[in-house]
T-cell receptor
């Protein structure tokens, strides 16, 4: 089974802090994704990566950056956290072959105070 | 661009059958996914349809009509554990990116 592991289930940070969310997958997937999930808005793509050191913006990249130094690890960075970034953050991975399902981690519920 | 519509909430009775609809508008169709997400948990993959028709997988079936831009997820013999949010999603551009609907929250009652 694919295992996607996010470093924290719950995280509380303060406004202005730099926040790192880590995600590791164990199935050698090429593609990795970061989403945020908010009530009434569903899952929205922040960034994705299709290879090491490669990244592309999703639908809502403002205020975020990412890092993919190794194939198995994809990090989401909040450069200067703000209260409107309080959300559930979900990481996912998939094979690069077309139309492969994405496999999700359990999510990190991030609160910015 | 992509536009996906699902009902926000549905309620059904244990043992019954429920159909969750999803309509989509895409610039180029390349299949449709269904996911299940229990509260506080990760979405899990249920099904993928790329051709018209019904695909059955145990108690769950998924239907696609490409000409109508329409899909549904059919859940039979409902159990309490089927209470969850059901998300439909369509591929968007390359790299296996997906655009998700906002999800249908299903509540199964006794």
């Amino acid at each position: 089974d694919v295992k996607v592991t996010q470093s924290s289930r719950y995280l509380v940070k303060r406004t202005g802090e730099k926040v790192f969310l880590e995600c590791v997958q164990d199935m050698d997937h090429e593609n990795m994704f970061w989403y945020r999930q908010d009530p009434g808005l569903g899952l929205r793509l922040i960034y994705f990566s299709y290879d090491v050191k490669m990244k592309e913006k999703g639908d809502i990249p403002e205020g975020y950056s990412v890092s993919r130094e190794k194939k198995e690890r994809f990090s989401l960075i909040l450069e200067s956290a703000s209260t409107n970034q309080t959300s559930m953050y979900l990481c996912a991975s998939s094979l690069e072959t077309s139309n492969q399902p994405q496999h999700f981690g359990d999510g990190t519920r991030l609160s910015i105070l | 661009g992509q536009n996906i519509d699902q009902p926000t909430e549905m309620t059904a009775t244990e043992g019954a059958i429920v159909q969750i609809n999803c309509t989509y508008q895409t610039s180029g169709f390349n299949g449709l996914f269904w996911y299940q997400q229990h509260a506080g948990e990760a979405p899990t993959f249920l099904s993928y349809n790329v051709l018209d028709g019904l695909e059955e997988k145990g108690r769950f079936s998924s239907f696609l009509s490409r000409s109508k831009g329409y899909s549904y997820l059919l859940l039979k013999e409902l159990q309490m554990k089927d209470s969850a949010s059901y998300l439909c999603a369509v591929p968007t551009g390359g790299g296996n990116k997906l655009t998700f609907g906002t999800g249908t929250q299903l509540k199964v009652e006794l």
